[in-house]
């Protein structure tokens, strides 16, 4: 007998979904991309030929395919401020929720999320596809076995030119703006080194007079995470400046950095430099790191398991996030309560898929940068 898979709607169809998800569908075994949500008839018409989708339906009509048993899971590629809303109108009807980063723009819609999911027996999972990623496995698993030392601070830095018609620059209250978009990323980085939560952070932003993507939303933004053991993690992110995506740990006896680190396409490089020996090297070749995340929570599906990263670790990033921009507000340092995290990622969660061979076609999106 053929193996079970679990059935997706893919919900939005902007360039990233296009560009990374939809294509990673034939990397994810157990699952099967079975119906296509968008606005865009165009996109729906193009796509569903192109991957042999048998539903499609506008946004009004994803209600409607919840109830006829045409789908058991959704991956959620919508802007951040609506994540919420699909959660809610998809869980209700038993669908299990794969959404993008950052999960949401406050701390109350994370906790919806996460209320919704598990009043009506649903998986939720966040989108953290380095959470199973061999490069930043690896880098978690060498500074937990304390070869660095114990870790003193971590430095990242995430930036790009963005167009200047992208959602990314759109008002911080519809999570807009590069804290939100790629700042979740040195957060969520910073967090899983350290293995813990900050306890107080202190943040800046910036945007130069003039530019028109920045009349809405800050250029940049900076800021310094307080850790446990007095240790420190700083970041820069921006989206007016030229493309960076690296961090480095600095411990008591050695140094760890990742660059690039957060791609999703291309090789990831790592260097580990302990003590006054040479340093060593690795280059982590190309892989699809999509296919992978799906195939995990499909997993999950089938065989009842919670899955990590879960709509807490959403949570923990957004809570941090939120704090950052309190402190900007009121130029202060911010102090957050305990966090419960629970799980983190390790290096058994470690899956890998082929690169894609050749590009997908992109109907009606372009790139951000």
Same mark, same amino acid.
């Given at each position: 007998m053929a193996k079970p898979k679990v059935r997706f709607a893919v919900v939005g169809q902007g360039h990233f979904a296009q560009k990374a998800?939809?294509?990673?569908?034939?990397? #994810?075994?157990?699952?099967?991309?079975?119906?296509?949500? +968008?606005?865009?008839?165009?996109?729906?018409?193009? %796509?569903?030929?192109?991957?042999?989708?048998?539903?499609? *339906?506008?946004?009004? $009509?994803?209600?409607?395919?919840?109830?006829e048993d045409a789908i058991d899971a959704v991956y959620i590629v919508t802007p951040n401020h609506t994540h919420r809303a699909f959660t809610e109108r998809v869980a209700p009807h038993g669908i299990h929720v794969l959404c993008e980063k950052p999960m949401a723009v406050t701390e109350e819609d994370c906790e919806a999320m996460i209320r919704v999911c598990?009043?009506? $027996?649903?998986k939720l999972m966040i989108g953290y596809r380095l959470h199973f990623e061999e490069a930043n496995l690896k880098s978690?698993?060498?500074?937990?076995?304390? &070869? %660095?030392?114990?870790?003193?601070?971590?430095?990242?830095?995430?930036?790009?030119?963005?167009?200047?018609? @992208?959602? !990314?620059? $759109?008002?911080?209250?519809?999570?807009?703006?590069?804290?939100?978009?790629?700042?979740?990323?040195?957060? @969520?980085?910073? !967090?899983? %080194?350290? $293995?813990e939560e900050p306890t107080e952070v202190f943040g800046m932003g910036a945007a130069r007079k003039g530019d028109p993507r920045f009349s809405k939303v800050e250029e940049q933004v900076s800021a310094v995470l307080r850790f446990s053991n007095e240790r420190l993690a700083t970041f820069t992110v921006s989206f007016g400046a030229a493309a960076t995506g690296s961090y480095q740990v600095v411990g008591e006896k050695g140094v760890l950095t990742l660059d690039p680190a957060y791609e999703y396409e291309g090789a990831l490089e790592q260097?580990?430099?302990?003590?006054?020996? &040479?340093? &060593?090297?690795?280059?982590?070749?190309?892989?699809?790191?999509?296919?992978?995340?799906? +195939?995990?929570?499909?997993?999950?599906?089938? @065989?009842?398991?919670?899955?990590?990263?879960?709509?807490?670790?959403?949570?923990?990033? *957004?809570?941090?996030?939120?704090?950052?921009?309190?402190?900007?507000?009121? #130029?202060?340092? *911010?102090?957050?309560?305990?966090?419960?995290?629970?799980?983190?990622?390790?290096?058994?969660?470690?899956?890998?898929?082929?690169?894609?061979?050749?590009?997908?076609?992109?109907? @009606?999106?372009?790139?951000?940068?």
């Open positions: 998800v939809l294509p990673a569908f034939k990397h #994810a075994k157990n699952a099967e991309l079975t119906a296509l949500v +968008s606005s865009d008839p165009k996109k729906l018409r193009k %796509l569903a030929k192109t991957y042999a989708v048998e539903h499609t *339906v506008d946004y009004d $009509g994803l209600d409607a395919l919840c109830r598990a009043d009506n $027996g649903c978690i698993d060498l500074v937990r076995k304390g &070869k %660095l030392g114990e870790p003193r601070f971590f430095t990242s830095s995430f930036s790009f030119q963005v167009h200047d018609d @992208n959602i !990314r620059v $759109g008002p911080r209250s519809d999570g807009g703006g590069p804290l939100y978009d790629i700042g979740a990323y040195c957060i @969520n980085a910073a !967090r899983y %080194l350290f $293995g260097e580990v430099i302990l003590g006054e020996k &040479k340093p &060593k090297k690795k280059k982590f070749k190309p892989r699809d790191q999509i296919g992978p995340e799906i +195939s995990y929570f499909a997993d999950c599906i089938l @065989n009842g398991k919670d899955p990590e990263p879960s709509g807490k670790e959403g949570l923990a990033d *957004v809570r941090v996030i939120r704090a950052i921009y309190r402190s900007i507000d009121e #130029a202060r340092p *911010v102090r957050l309560d305990g966090f419960d995290k629970g799980k983190r990622p390790t290096l058994e969660q470690e899956r890998s898929a082929p690169p894609q061979r050749k590009e997908p076609p992109i109907i @009606n999106a372009r790139p951000e940068s």
